[in-house]
Nanobody, 123 residues
Framework: QVQLVESGGGLVQAGGSLRLSCAAS????????MGWFRQTPGKEREFVAA????????YYADSVKGRFTISRDNAKNTVYLQMNSLKPEDTAVYYC????????????????WGQGTQVTVSS
């Protein structure tokens, strides 16, 4: 089992920045690809970003490319999502996810999910 706990969400004005963190426990963190997803009421969960176990490969949704950066610190068992130039349409619950397979993370079917953290961007 892998336990994931997100933090760092909150309320920010449009154009501002937030950094989300996801702390992992339970298994060897460096064996897992990680991802961030987001969801708003009535909509499907949306892929935001993913990172390979080593951090050497990263992937982004077109809607966040150039504004968001995913990174990881395997020594701290933590993955981050730096969000800059935030827009009201970025408002959502953000979820951290993990799987041994990067392909499953990118396919939106990772084996493990966090509980989510709310991000609200005001206009």
């Amino acid at each position: 089992q892998v336990q994931l706990v997100e933090s760092g969400g909150g309320l920010v004005q449009a154009g501002g920045s937030l950094r989300l963190s996801c702390a992992a426990s339970g298994r060897t963190f460096s064996n897992y690809a990680m991802g961030w997803f987001r969801q708003t009421p009535g909509k499907e969960r949306e892929f935001v970003a993913a990172i390979s176990w080593s951090g050497g490969s990263t992937y982004y949704a077109d809607s966040v490319k150039g504004r968001f950066t995913i990174s990881r610190d395997n020594a701290k068992n933590t993955v981050y999502l730096q969000m800059n130039s935030l827009k009201p349409e970025d408002t959502a619950v953000y979820y951290c996810a993990a799987d041994r397979s990067l392909q499953l993370v990118r396919a939106k079917v990772p084996g493990y999910w966090g509980q989510g953290t709310q991000v609200t961007v005001s206009s």
